[in-house]
């Protein structure tokens, strides 16, 4: 007990000297501020200038450091295009069918392209390079080639692209039930799968150009395998295809009583895509039936871009629709039928060579693209020969060694007195068309009579090819054609192809012609392959199975506000403008940048 009331008591003891020692520091305290604070406020009034002065000092110096921090900040932002976001682009022509081996119309062609990956697509300078395939090689014959996959490539429904569906696509497009309108000719082609990512491709002869062949979509084995080949184009896959390229199909729209009106094609990033990096979320296309009706929706945003007008379209456009021109891979022809009775006489071809004026007919078309041969300079470097200049003289000299003669009123006439007219058909295109009717008033000058029949653009190409390019019912076709990424005129000019499935439009047949084209087609010797092209080139020349008119140009309008394909971008026909389009964009937002 005690011991414990001593401890109490020292304890009360410490409490109170604490609290002396604690109320005397704060009179200390309370008296330093009085007197360096309290007491000295009486002198602001004195040096309230000099307070002012630095209160409005300290404020300047933040309002700088805040307008520097923001100065900064955005020198290190750019309005950049991001991901996400949605393009419409305009295209002519109906969809009846999505299925890739069928596609006839610029509207399925272009749905073609955004929906399937190839096996080889030409990459920014034209030339061909391996897509869905690692690599294509051949051996040193150039007969045998072998195409090995990338890994991890997939359909869009999550299934492997494999060896299997390559030798599926290539026996589908052989076999004549189908009906496919690929126009690669795989008929003496064999492909044999070597394992789940290698086919072996053996040809009948060698041909150094094959990969370029071997741009062609792939369709999936496990969806259409089942089917009969000739049912294929009926099968569900046309409208609801399993896909393998940048975008998928997300819903279809039509307007009107017929497809053919109005359809809008709603189409969605494909997470299974092999290059997992396309900027869009969405691709719509848009279809229409008439050029007009297209520089309606261009003029009202309706559409982003188009890729189906001329150069004379640009003046009904706004003033915010920029235009990016790209010279193709391609170009018009006046095909002469060599089998017609009008033109089957190489001296009557010889007096429209030279009877046509050739610079009234590309009167407005610009030097570059002016086009005198079937292979391209950018193709091949060659020899060119003459292309014989306008000269009346010597067209009336041909044809009277045709047999032919004129009469009192200048018509040329056979040898029965009957005044010759000529059929010329030619398919409703703005350049094409004028092209075509400024070459039938030269022939009319030079004294025939001349008939242009000019098809309808509602009528679609499929259409047109099936009812006047394959019975070859004309003695005149205006035409463009897709000359490749590798100069190889064999399948336009050799008589092998000068068949209602062939595309000899001409019905050209030169046994010298042959031996060149067929050497060129097969020799791995590059100075040998110049000169059998430097002999066709001549033959061609001097036969007149053709006339070039121009080199295919592409006009893709487009609104200001989107990213398109690289403007530097070699494109070998209209559709190679989607090679990039997973780099396209619509959306911009200001992003970071590092200093």
Known sequence: MKKSTRKSGRGLFNRKKIAKVYHESADKVGKHF???????????????????????????????????IIWYGSAYEVEAYVKGGDFTEAVLG????????????????????????????????GHSKAELAKSVTSDQ???????????????????????????YTVDLIRDTSAKTTISADFSHVKAKKIDDKSVEFTLPSSYIDFMDTLELPLVPKHILGNISPALVYESDFSSNPVCSGPFIMNAMQISGPTSLNKSTIYLKRNEKYYLNDTQLDLFTLKTYEKREDIITALNSAEVMATAELGIEDRSKLNDGIELRASLLNGGAFAYLNTTSDNLNSRFIRKAIQYGVDMSKVRE????????????????????????????????????????????ENGKITNRDGEIITLNAVVQKRDTLTTTAERFVEELKKLGFEVTLNIYDETQTAADFFSTVVRPRDFDIMFYEVDLG???????????????????????YSNSLVDDALLSAHITTNEAMRKTKYESFLKSWVDDVPAIGLYQSNMYYYHSANVS?????????????RYNDVRFWASVKKNVNITP
């Open 564 to 576: 398109i394909f690289s403007d530097n971008a070699q494109l070998t026909d209209a559709l190679d």
């Open 364 to 407: 407005g078309i610009e030097d570059g693209q002016i086009l005198n041969y079937p292979i391209l300079e950018r193709q091949e470097n060659l020899n060119y020969p003459e292309i014989p200049g306008y000269d009346l003289d010597i067209a009336k000299a041909f044809v009277q060694k045709a047999g032919y003669s004129y009469n």
């Open 485 to 507: 990424v590798s100069a190889d005129p064999f399948v336009y000019y050799s008589s092998t192809q000068a068949t209602t499935s062939g595309w000899n439009f001409s019905n």
């Open 94 to 125: 109906e969809v009846k069918s999505m299925n890739p081996l069928y596609a006839a119309t610029n509207a399925e062609k272009s749905l073609s392209r955004l929906l399937f990956a190839n096996l080889v697509s030409p990459d920014s300078s």
């Open 34 to 68: 009085s007197d360096n604070f309290i007491s000295r406020l009486e002198n602001v009034h004195d040096v309230r200038l000099w307070v002012v002065e630095w209160v409005l000092l300290i404020t300047v110096v933040f309002l700088f450091a805040i307008v520097q």
């Open 141 to 167: 014959t150039g007969k045998i080639w072998k195409v090995v996959l990338r890994d991890k490539i997939y359909w869009s429904d999550g299934e492997p692209i494999t060896a299997d569906d390559v030798v």
